[in-house]
């Protein structure tokens, strides 16, 4: 199993930015992939984006493309989400999650490990 903290959220203006930090402990080595999804009140979990540990491949949700950037840090196994350009519609908890396999990376189901979540408000 691996354990996931969330880090780095908050109350934020529009226009504003936001980096989120997720650092995994436990089985990370078998970690494939980490993945950041979020959630809003009375809305389904959606993916937000995905990175392969092999290659540093980045995966994102297409709207939210050009504004929020998913990187890892080589030495930690941490993953970060840098947010930019925040919008009202933007406030969710932020999920993240880790897989051991590459297979289905925008879906939350195949996910095995996930962290308790970070609140992200952005005020209008």
């Known amino acids: 199993q691996v354990q996931l903290v969330e880090s780095g959220g908050g109350l934020v203006q529009t226009g504003g930015s936001l980096r989120l930090s997720c650092a995994a402990s436990?089985?990370?080595?078998?970690?494939?992939?980490m993945g950041w999804f979020r959630q809003a009140p009375g809305k389904e979990r959606e993916f937000v984006a995905a990175?392969?540990?092999?290659?540093?491949?980045?995966y994102y949700t297409d709207s939210l493309k050009g504004r929020f950037t998913i990187s890892r840090d080589n030495v930690k196994t941490t993953v970060y989400l840098q947010m930019n350009s925040l919008k009202p519609e933007d406030t969710a908890v932020y999920y993240c999650a880790a897989k051991p396999t590459y297979r289905s990376n925008y879906i939350a189901g195949f996910y095995n490990d996930w962290g308790q979540g970070t609140q992200v408000t952005v005020s209008s």
């Open positions: 990175l392969k540990w092999s290659d540093n491949s980045t």
């Open positions: 436990g089985r990370a080595f078998s970690t494939a992939v």
